[in-house]
């Protein structure tokens, strides 16, 4: 489903409506850019998608940690704790949030064999679900 444009004064109408004044770093974003990206960064920060809101902060601040971006570890957090983020899930996250960063460091300084990696997680999921079937029977 194709997106309808509308004009770059409408977006900006549309964005100050949204989040109550238009960011300053969206001026740095050229006219015909933001009425292009407005659409996907209002429904994907604001609207209704396959991933509850709270989710998708918590996926926000995890690749906002990783990728060392302030100003994406303010805003997401933030956003968790405006969709009922608890300071246990929080804490949580910022735990689990080394978890990628840490072990692609381990498989990428050893150049471990991908597609070794690739049997043996096959292996670990069949054994899982295994141990999951069996747990409901």
């Known amino acids: 489903m194709a ?9 900006i109408t549309d964005i100050e409506e949204t989040l109550g004044l238009v960011p300053g770093y969206l ?17 994907f920060l604001f609207g209704e998608t396959e991933i509850d809101p709270k989710t998708r902060e918590f996926v926000g601040l995890a690749m906002a940690a990783a990728i060392g971006c302030e100003y994406c570890r303010h805003f997401h957090k933030g956003a968790a704790e405006l969709h009922g983020a608890t300071e246990e899930e929080l804490s949580e996250l910022f735990f689990l949030a080394s978890y ?15 597609d070794v990696f690739k049997e043996e997680v096959e292996e670990i999921a069949t054994h899982l679900q295994a141990q999951m079937t069996a747990e409901d029977d």
């Not at 997106?3 to 977006?11: F, K």
């Not at 001026?27 to 429904?43: F, H, I, S, T, Y």
């Open 100 to 114: 990628t960063p840490r072990y692609s460091a381990i498989l990428q300084a050893q150049d471990y064999d991908i």
């Open 3 to 11: 997106i309808q444009q509308q004009p770059y004064d409408e977006t």
């Open 27 to 43: 001026d740095a974003v050229p006219e015909q850019e933001l009425v292009n990206e407005w659409p996907n960064m209002k429904r």
